[in-house]
Each structure stands twice: as structure tokens, then as C-alpha cells.
Nanobody, 115 residues
């Protein structure tokens, strides 16, 4: 199982970024892969979830209306489109899920919101 994030970087407040998570090693359509984030000294928090079919999503309250999660089952990828980024969105973002009965995570993508 591999989950590989890409697309992180430095962005000014109000800017946008899109993160991608490429999955391999498992039947992608059978599992949920979500987006999480973590800052130093805090626990990893769930940012966005999406169903296997990609038809229903849920969000952390603080990102509702600004972030959109999506998935492309043909490409085995999950995306996090982030708009109107704020200083508090600075974190390492991970895609992850319970696959074959255990937690799997990507290596993380740093998102820094700074002026």
C-alpha cells in the first residue's frame, strides 16, 4: 500500500492550493481515503472525508466553504482543493485511510500560509 501526497507549498493568505494523493497497492474503489492535517505539538485532525463513490463529503467546520475534497477512481487519486487559505491552515497535510485493517498514511505535504 502506498499513498503519496503532492502539491504542497507556500501561499499567501487568501490564496489557493490543490493537494493530490496517489494511491497504489490496493483496490482503490473499495476504500475510503481522507485528508488530515497536523501542526507541531498537536494531534492529527481530520480535515475532509469522501465516500468511495465520491458523491458525499464532510468537512472540518473551520474549512467548510473553502476546501473541497474529490476523488478520481479511474486515476486512483484523491484531491483537496483549498481556497481562501488562512494562517491557521498552515500544517502538514496527510492523506490516509484504514486499508486491510490498519492505518496507512502518506509522507505528508507541507502547506505554509504566510505573507
Amino acid at each position: 500500500v502506498q499513498l503519496v501526497e503532492s502539491g504542497g507549498g507556500l501561499v499567501q493568505p487568501g490564496g489557493s492550493l490543490t493537494l493530490s494523493c496517489a494511491a497504489s497497492g490496493f483496490t482503490f474503489t473499495q476504500y475510503v481515503v481522507n485528508w488530515y492535517r497536523q501542526t507541531p505539538g498537536t494531534e492529527r485532525e481530520l480535515v475532509a472525508t469522501i465516500t468511495r463513490a465520491g458523491d458525499t463529503a464532510n468537512y472540518l467546520d473551520s474549512v467548510k466553504g473553502r476546501f473541497t475534497i474529490s476523488r478520481d477512481n479511474s486515476k486512483k487519486e484523491v484531491y483537496l482543493h483549498m481556497n481562501d487559505l488562512k494562517f491557521d491552515d498552515t500544517a502538514v497535510y496527510y492523506c490516509g485511510g484504514v486499508i486491510f485493517g490498519r492505518d496507512y498514511w502518506g509522507q505528508g505535504a507541507q502547506v505554509t500560509v504566510s505573507s
